[in-house]
């Protein structure tokens, strides 16, 4: 059961570098470009794989659940707020919609997903593996690949954010890139 | 200063691979602490949400 709860720590990681990469994917290819709500809701999908992240390095502990449990709170906050901002008829609605919802409210649904996966995993792991030692590391090539990629496309949306937001503040409804202003 | 935050949280993730994990876990506590101040800052607008 380790082994399987283990599998499920690293497929979470991939599937939400995965969710990064397909939020790029929207930004660029139809310029879907992320409001302030929206990369707050990319932050709370890099701190939800953080906490995942530490089980595959260090072991599966409650208290690595616990931080993505708040990542995945306060990812549903953030998005629950923007389906607010746009719930009534005629509230308009920000970006596109992709299979019948917007993004803010498939973010919803990736953290309660989250949330409910993270019962499942608790439910299901059985007892906290003991602590591995911080200079021993028990992560196995697969689980570093998924690592590393969840890594830079953090490392990414830094970024993204400066390019499109500059060094404080994003617009409300960002129309185009901040260092466009700059450019030749 | 949300570019700030991706790059804390990355540099957290990497003292993680690393083996440092109170680094790890502080980097996730400001992470976190520092984006629910930019929602609260961004929540400013009233929710209209009478019919």
Known sequence: MAGLVRLGNGIAVTAIALALAAAFLLQFVMNELPCPLCNLQRVALALCGFGFLLNLRFGVQPMHYGLSLLAALFGAAASGRQVLLHVLPGSGAYGSAVLGLHLYAWSFVAFVAILAGIALLMIFGGEPEPSRSERRNGMDGLSRLAAWFLIALTLANAVNSVLLCGPIECADDPAGYWISRYLP | ?51
């Open chain 2, 1 to 51: 200063m949300t570019a700030l935050i991706f790059l804390v949280t990355a540099i957290g993730m990497v003292a993680a691979l690393r083996g440092y994990r109170g680094l790890a876990c502080g980097l996730f506590g400001a992470s976190l602490l520092a984006s629910f101040a930019w929602l609260y800052h961004h929540a400013s607008d009233s929710l209209k949400l009478a019919f």
